[in-house]
């Protein structure tokens, strides 16, 4: 069974930078997705990519600052976040996609354990 573990999340100021990882065990490549879940909030979508690479979308409060890539050398996806705001600030979870609707949580069958995002105003 495939597993994820994400990395790179942590405490910046307003303005910053973070980069979070997502490394998928084996070799098989997934569509991925990243979601986060702010406190008493929802699990919402922030970005995914197909297995390729080559299509990505975003959600329209994170797109012109977050870009989505993967290596798919390595197994990973990755999640650059740019003009951090402290509405950003959640537990951010990667995901396999496997279903037709890319933003939706219900399309996604496996996550990781998340990684904490908290953006200081």
């Known amino acids: 069974q495939v597993q994820l573990v994400e990395s790179g999340g942590g405490l910046v100021q307003a303005g910053g930078s973070l980069r979070l990882s997502c490394a998928a065990s084996?070799?098989?490549?997934?569509?991925m997705g990243w979601f986060r879940q702010a406190p008493g909030e929802d699990r919402e979508f922030v970005a995914a990519?197909?297995?390729?690479?080559?299509?990505?979308d975003y959600a329209d409060s994170v797109n012109g600052r977050f870009t989505i890539t993967r290596n798919n050398a390595k197994n990973t996806v990755y999640l650059q976040m740019s003009s951090l705001k402290p509405e950003d600030t959640a537990v951010y979870y990667c995901?396999?996609?496997?279903?037709?609707?890319?933003?939706?949580?219900?399309?996604?069958?496996?996550w990781g354990q998340g990684t904490q995002v908290t953006v200081s105003s």
């Open positions: 995901g396999i996609r496997t279903g037709s609707l890319l933003r939706s949580t219900s399309s996604y069958t496996t």
């Open positions: 084996g070799r098989r490549l997934y569509a």
């Open positions: 990519i197909n297995w390729s690479g080559g299509s990505t």
